[in-house]
C-alpha cells in the first residue's frame, strides 16, 4: 500500500535573510565587472581605489596614530627652535640684556639658544615617547653597547673627513663664519663654555633625529625612517656654508643609517662633538685667536 506524502499547506514561503549592504554592493560589482569587455575589466582592475576608502582605512592600520604623532612633534620641536632660540626671543624675555653693554651678552644669547635647543629636541619628543602606547625611551636608539661594538667605525669616520675639514678650513666662508660664537677665543672662559654648550647641543640633535625620529618611525616604516630624518635635518644647516650644507645630506643618511644598525647615537654624537671642535680649533688658529696664543 502506497503512502502519500503529505499536502504541502499553502502558506508563505521561507526567505532567505537579506545579504547586508555591503555583500549587497560587493555582488554587483563583481557582476557589473564580468558584464564588461576584458578590456575593461583589466582598466577597472588597474584603477585607483576610491578615494573614499582610503581614509577609514588608513586609520585602521597599525601605528599610524603614533608615527603622525612623532611627525606632528618633529614639526613643532623645530619651530620651537628656529623662533624661541633666536636672539629676538632672548631681548623679549631678557630686554634688561638688549643694551649690548654686557660683555657676556652674546654668550649669553648662545647659552639661550642651546637651552631652546635641549627643550625642542629632547625635553618635547622625551615626553610623547613617555605617552605613546607602546612606546619606550629605550627607542630612541640610546644603547651604550651598540656604540661600544663598533666605535672602530666612528673613529674611521672622524679620520676620512679630516682631510676635508682641513681643506675646507683654509677658505674665507669657513673661518668668518666658525667658531659660531665669534669670542670664543678671547678666554680659556669664553672657549671651554662656548665648547661645552656645543656639545650639548650636539647630544639633543643626535637624539632628536637619529633618536626620536629614526628610531620613533622605523618601527613603522623600517629603514625609510632614515630618509625621512634626512630631510629636516638638511634643512637646519642652511644657514651654514654651502659645502657643510651638502655634505649634511651624506652625514645625514651614515649617521641615520648606523643608529639604526647600531640602536645607539653616542657615536654620532662623538663625531659630531669632535668635527666641530677641529673646525672652531682651526677657525682660531687661522685667524690667530686661540686662547694660548693670547696669553
Known amino acids: 500500500m502506497k503512502t502519500s506524502s503529505p499536502r504541502k499547506l499553502p502558506g508563505p514561503r521561507y526567505a532567505a535573510p537579506e545579504a547586508s549592504r555591503k555583500g549587497r554592493n560587493r555582488r554587483a560589482n563583481a557582476a557589473g565587472v564580468r558584464d564588461q569587455p576584458r578590456g575593461a575589466q583589466i582598466d577597472a582592475a588597474n584603477a585607483a581605489p576610491d578615494a573614499g576608502g582610503l581614509l ?8 599610524l596614530w603614533s608615527a603622525a604623532a612623532i611627525c606632528a612633534t618633529a614639526c613643532l620641536s623645530l619651530l620651537l627652535v628656529e623662533f624661541g632660540g633666536s636672539p629676538q626671543a632672548f631681548v623679549s624675555v631678557f630686554p634688561a640684556y638688549g643694551n649690548g653693554l654686557d660683555p657676556c651678552w652674546v654668550l649669553r644669547v648662545k647659552a639661550w639658544w642651546v637651552g631652546s635647543i635641549l627643550v625642542g629636541y629632547v625635553a ?22 651598540g656604540f661600544a661594538e663598533h666605535y672602530w667605525i666612528y ?24 667658531p659660531m660664537y665669534q669670542q ?3 678666554s680659556w672662559f669664553d672657549l671651554l663654555m662656548w665648547e661645552g ?5 650636539f647630544i639633543a640633535l643626535e637624539f632628536f633625529f637619529r633618536g626620536f625620529l629614526v628610531g620613533g618611525l622605523s618601527r613603522h616604516i623600517g629603514a625609510l625612517a632614515v630618509p625621512v630624518s634626512v ?16 655634505a649634511s645630506v651624506v652625514a645625514g643618511f651614515v649617521l641615520g643609517w648606523l643608529a639604526w644598525k647600531t640602536k ?30 693670547n696669553g
Request: net charge positive; hydrophobic share 50%.
Open 56 to 63: 577609514p582605512d588608513a586609520a585602521t592600520t597599525p601605528g
Open 124 to 145: 618635547l619628543p622625551a615626553v610623547v615617547m613617555a605617552l605613546l602606547p607602546g612606546k619606550r625611551w629605550r627607542d630612541c636608539h640610546l644603547s651604550w653597547r
Open 155 to 178: 673613529v674611521g669616520l672622524y679620520g676620512a673627513v679630516l682631510p676635508v675639514i682641513w681643506l675646507v678650513a683654509q677658505t674665507p666662508a669657513f673661518y668668518t663664519f666658525y
Open 184 to 186: 670664543a677665543g678671547r
Open 197 to 201: 654648550m656645543y656639545a650639548g647641543q
Open 231 to 246: 630631510i629636516p635635518y638638511m634643512m637646519i644647516h642652511f644657514t651654514k656654508p654651502l659645502p657643510e650644507a651638502a
Open 264 to 293: 645607539s647615537i653616542w657615536g654620532g654624537v662623538c663625531v659630531h662633538c669632535a668635527v666641530a671642535a677641529t673646525m672652531d680649533l682651526l677657525a682660531l688658529a687661522h685667524k690667530g685667536q686661540l686662547p694660548w696664543l
